[in-house]
């Protein structure tokens, strides 16, 4: 079959083989016709769809192919409907693949120390859109971006959010402040150093990104570090697959109970897959791990000891980028995904950061609009 050849309907006509580029692939007479792209199928305005599986006939077949114009033309039976698919769109929507999902999707790649921080101003993001498309990439892709050039001010982190999408606000508010109090409600409020954690945990679904902006850091210490989980993942799979199948294959307990009125439970893994594989978020806080239970007992000790190599992997300085913020400096992370810390702080001098949550759907989708812009 060349690319100008006809498609082909198998005997049954449940299955359309098609040449796309070099390769032949097949698409299900039902795959096609609930995709349908017409108009009485998805709404022309909003792209959704018009009808449920149960518009559709028990059994749908194919009875004509055929290429024109860059389109594929099939003809549905019993309904007789003739619909268009560009074949952009079918190249873009392929699934007759052996191949397993890969590991990491392909807008990410894991990191160690050697990462430089991407990093933009405040202005240039508010002001350029690509400025503010290739920066929102690198978090996508690295799952940590730096901000410079802002005003040292109360809430001035809202002015990040504000470039992508909308605060989640919690039990510690729409901001909570990051320095020392006397009656602290988390041990980040204090002037000890943090090991490398998620937010959160103990909340399902868990704030997927959070924002640490510096007002004042004049005190000795409290440098940030960030640590890529995925690649401490992957580096725990190379070591001991069968410690990361344990830390993948059972729920860890996290929990909060440090303030009154509130008790947040979770139960999850550490490292959790896609049903086919694919890393999807890490979740990891010493100060907020609750007993786990839920690990048979012949399994605990094992299970343990590929806790206690990520943790070592994840405080190993080979892993991890560290900066100290400036006033007027921020930071964000893929909380799903970068784990950040912070040394120490004590003596003369202040240190004073305000931090919130947001959503990485949010982002995502300002993203890929910015993206769409492009094309
Ligand atoms: C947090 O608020 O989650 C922190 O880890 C605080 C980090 C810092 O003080 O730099």
Request: hydrophobic share 40%; glycine share 8%; aromatic share 8%.
């Amino acid at each position: 079959m060349n690319a100008q050849s006809t498609p082909r309907i198998s005997a049954d006509g449940t299955v359309l083989h098609l040449l796309l580029g070099e390769a032949e692939t097949r698409f299900h007479a039902i795959w096609l016709r609930d995709n349908a792209l017409d108009a009485d199928t998805r709404d022309p305005g909003n792209g959704q769809r018009l009808i449920t599986l149960g518009d559709l006939p028990d059994t749908v077949t194919l009875t004509d192919a055929r290429l024109a114009e860059g389109q594929l033309h099939i003809t549905f039976q019993p309904e007789g409907k003739t619909c268009a698919f560009p074949l952009r769109w079918l190249a873009d929507h392929t699934y007759d693949t052996s191949a397993p999902a890969p590991l990491l999707t392909k807008n990410v790649t894991p990191w160690d120390s050697a990462m430089a921080p991407p990093s933009a101003d405040l202005t240039a993001l508010q002001t350029n859109d690509d400025t503010r498309r290739d920066w929102l990439a690198s978090i996508r892709r690295y799952g940590f971006a730096k901000v410079t050039g802002m005003t040292p001010r109360e809430g001035g982190l809202f002015d990040i959010v504000d470039l992508f999408g909308y605060v989640r606000e919690t039990n510690y508010g729409r901001l909570f402040e990051v320095r020392t109090e006397v009656n602290p409600t988390n041990l980040a409020y204090t002037g000890l150093g943090l090991q490398a954690h998620t937010d959160n945990p103990y909340r399902d679904p868990v704030p997927t990104l959070q924002v640490l902006a510096c007002l004042e850091n004049s005190a000795t210490g409290g440098e940030n570090m960030v640590v890529d989980g995925f690649a401490a993942a992957l580096r725990l799979r190379d070591e001991n697959p069968a410690g990361f199948d344990l830390l993948a294959g059972y729920p860890m307990r996290f929990a909060y109970t440090g303030s009154a009125g509130v008790a947040l439970h979770s139960r999850r893994p550490m490292i959790e897959l896609s049903p086919d594989g694919t890393l999807q978020s890490i979740r990891f806080n010493a100060r907020s791990a609750a007993p786990c239970t839920d690990v048979p007992f012949d399994k605990m000790a094992d299970w343990y000891a590929a806790y206690r190599r990520l943790s070592d992997i994840i405080d190993d300085t080979a892993q991890e980028v560290h900066f100290k913020l400036a006033p007027g400096e921020a930071f964000i992370v893929d909380n799903t995904r970068v784990l950040h810390a912070r040394k120490g702080y004590s003596g003369a001098g202040n240190r004073w950061l305000q931090g919130c949550y947001a959503d990485k759907d949010g982002l995502l989708s300002t993203l890929a609009a910015l993206e769409a812009q492009d094309a």
